[in-house]
């Protein structure tokens, strides 16, 4: 299992109140983001990590799916064994 530092740009949004257009002075910005987790699964257009996980039994939680078009850097910072107590 590879153990990931993932940079990346999250989508950001305003707070859920009404505003008028014309008093918007600051545009809303993406945040940059740095993750750490166990790489679960790869596909063409994402990975998924988990934050969480043990090794005895292997089981893991805190799932986050990060689409690879958001992506800046993928570092990985260990290989673990799957059989380590």
Do not use: F, H
Request: proline fraction near 4%; include cysteine.
């Amino acid at each position: 299992m590879k153990v990931l530092k993932v940079e990346w740009i999250d989508s950001c949004a305003s707070d859920l109140q009404w505003q008028l257009m014309q008093d918007l002075d600051d545009v809303i910005e993406p945040v940059n983001i740095i993750s750490y987790g166990v790489l679960v699964r790869e596909s063409k257009d994402t990975i998924t990590i988990a934050q969480n996980y043990g090794l005895n039994p292997l089981q893991c939680c805190s799932l986050m799916t990060i689409p690879k078009g958001c992506i800046k850097k993928k570092t990985v910072i260990e290989n673990i064994k799957a059989n380590r107590v």
